[in-house]
C-alpha cells in the first residue's frame, strides 16, 4: 500500500468499514465449514 492510497482510507464510512468486515467474517466461516464438510 502506498501512501497515495491513505486518503482513501480515511473517508470510508465506518459503517461500511463495518459491513465489508463482517461479510468477510462470514466468508471466511463459509468456506471453513465447506472445507470441514469436504474432507
Given amino acids: ?3 497515495a492510497t491513505s ?3 480515511l473517508k ?3 459503517k461500511s468499514l463495518e459491513i465489508r468486515t463482517l461479510t ?3 466468508l471466511l466461516e463459509f468456506f471453513s465449514t ?3 464438510t469436504s474432507s
Fill in 24 to 26: 468477510v467474517e462470514r
Fill in 34 to 36: 465447506m472445507l470441514l
Fill in 7 to 9: 486518503p482513501i482510507i
Fill in 12 to 14: 470510508w464510512d465506518p
Fill in 1 to 3: 500500500m502506498t501512501s
